[in-house]
RNA sequence: GGACAGGUGGCCGAGCGGUUUAAGGCACACGCUUGGAAAGCGUGCGUGGUGUAACAGCCACCGCGGGUUCGAAUCCCGCCCUGUCCGCCA
């Protein structure tokens, strides 16, 4: 959601800002909805005064008893008027919300230009794609035929883009869980939560998931939204809240299921892991003032970067253009790690400031230590990691030539000191 | 699912047709006091909108939406949410 007043006072950056997300110019339209909406506001409030100051009139005299009469037909005058003031005022008023809060967030300065992915710039790049002595399969000619990773029963059960892992792929999505939150409630100060996942509305919305990406999420007969991710649940923990500045920066991390109803992605990557209805992921979520939420960005991203570091996994870092982010984030970060049964980076962390955004939509707010008054909060998120994709990447990294797969020194104390994932010829 | 009780500022809490211009307390800020602190005393302090160069002023807001009335936090209707008890249940 947009603040109007920055509209008013800097028209020319709130379209250049558009531009960047490759939209057309808009302030010069919003801001002759706001003249309307002011004036409209200026006479109702006009007749209210009128109204009020006659009424309080009439209590005074009646009290004394003297007649009231002429008082009295004087506001009875002013009814029509007063109703189509009010209602003027209002419509334009929430006209103006409308258009608003459908409105993607103004990406920062250092955002790049770009319409689509391919204007994304990396900016830094970690680890050596291993060279393989034989051609290296995708997670899913390594998982499949161990009877570990199951598709054929998912899709008996719940249909496509679901799927079943047994055995030590199950221990191993578990044991990524746990190792990733351990590291970031130990080293990264986060909290660990547990949070609902099914979520009202007013969630959805203070996210900024509806009223736009509705069709992108389950919803329950009853009228819950299952959450695409935990950054609904613990972003809006802070919803309708004024904050001192001393309880800043809150961090909370959580390992949830994630639910997406993948409209739109017909057709794409239906092979394997990558892209399921349902999928674990290990969340970051930041709290910050607005002086910290870049500082606090770039930490998050180093969170992120530090699980991948630990296990040992190539990836690169890249920043997204400003057509290609989110519409709640000013500045993302994308992590791809390297995946060489595909032999390509894949989308593995995506980690976005979101600036006063999603808060404004919430009411999330805080107190500052100097001035008066409250301000809006900053609110980050970012997975740290994709838990289902750092799966995938482990098996595709980390196989053999005989299908088994080394299990990295990081999560073998995870996975009760196994160092080997066996193939499917030493199982019997 | 059933019954009852409630939703008032950052928090607690009074108010239940007209000086509410939302009492009072806590918290917070500043000052006095003090060797320093605490306590005490004094002053200030809700949110949003509108308005202004900035003040001032004005309007709205007591869960949300309607209604009654000259006038609604207060009365009526609908909805949402919370709590308690009962039922069911991991």
Same mark, same amino acid.
């Not at 302030?27 to 007749?47: F, H, K, N, T």
């Not at 103004?106 to 770009?114: N, S």
């Not at 819950?224 to 800043?248: G, K």
């Not at 290609?324 to 595909?342: F, N």
């Given at each position: ?12 950056? #709130? ?36 109204? &009020?100051? @006659? ?40 006209? /103006? ?67 079943? /892992? ?53 919803? *329950? ?15 809006? @923990?802070?919803?309708? *809240? ?7 920066? @809150?961090?909370?991390?959580? #390992? ?10 017909? $057709?794409?990557? *239906? ?40 296990? $040992? ?9 400003? $057509? ?47 001035? &008066?008054?409250?301000?809006? /909060? ?37 996975? $009760? ?12």
């Amino acid at each position: 959601m947009h603040d109007i007043r920055f509209i008013r006072e800097s028209p020319d950056a #709130f379209d250049a800002g558009l531009k960047k997300r490759g939209l057309a110019p808009l302030s010069a339209e919003l801001l002759e909805i706001d003249r309307l909406r002011r004036a409209a506001i200026s006479e109702s409030e006009g007749l209210q005064a009128k109204r &009020k100051a @006659l009424s309080q009139r009439i209590g005074i005299a009646k009290r004394k008893g003297e007649p009231a009469e002429a008082a009295m037909a004087e506001v009875a005058s002013l009814e029509t008027a007063l109703k189509q003031g009010e209602a003027e005022a209002a419509r334009l008023d929430e006209q /103006l919300t409308h258009r608003l809060e459908v409105l993607p967030n103004l990406p920062l300065d250092d955002v790049p230009e770009g319409a689509d992915e391919n204007g994304n710039v990396e900016i830094r790049r970690h680890g050596n794609q291993r060279n393989f002595s034989f051609p290296p399969r995708d997670h899913v000619a390594l998982g499949e035929p161990t009877g570990e990773m199951d598709f054929a029963a998912a899709v008996k059960i719940s249909g496509s883009r679901f799927v079943f /892992l047994k055995g030590h792929l199950a221990r191993l999505e578990r044991a990524l869980a746990q190792f990733m939150l351990d590291l970031h409630t130990s080293e990264g100060g986060y909290t660990e939560v547990s949070p609902p996942l099914l979520v009202r509305d007013n969630a959805a919305y203070g996210v900024g998931q509806l009223p736009k990406f509705a069709e992108d999420m389950f919803h *329950t007969d009853n009228g819950y939204w299952l959450v695409p991710t935990a950054e609904v649940p613990l972003t809006n @923990l802070v919803n309708d *809240t004024v904050l001192d500045e001393a309880a800043l920066p @809150l961090r909370y991390t959580a #390992f949830t299921p994630c639910f997406r109803s993948e409209a739109g992605a017909a $057709g794409k990557d *239906t092979r394997g892991l990558i892209r399921l209805h349902q999928f674990p992921k290990v969340e970051l979520v930041s709290i910050t003032t607005p002086e910290q939420s870049a500082v606090e960005h770039e930490r998050m991203t180093g969170r992120a970067e530090e699980v991948l570091r630990r296990l $040992g996994l190539p990836f690169r870092t890249i920043v997204l253009c400003g $057509g290609d982010m989110g519409p709640a984030s000013r500045k993302t970060y994308d992590i791809e790690v390297w995946l060489p049964g595909q032999n390509a980076y894949r989308e593995i962390s995506s980690c976005s400031n979101c600036g006063d955004y999603q808060a404004r939509r919430m009411g999330a707010r805080y107190r500052p230590k100097e001035g &008066k008054g409250t301000r809006y /909060l900053h609110t980050l998120n970012g997975s740290a990691l994709a838990v289902g994709r750092t799966l995938v990447a482990i098996l595709e990294n980390y196989q053999n030539e005989d299908g088994s797969v080394t299990v990295p020194d990081a999560l073998r104390s995870y996975m $009760g000191g196994l160092e080997l994932i066996p193939a499917p010829a030493a199982k019997k």
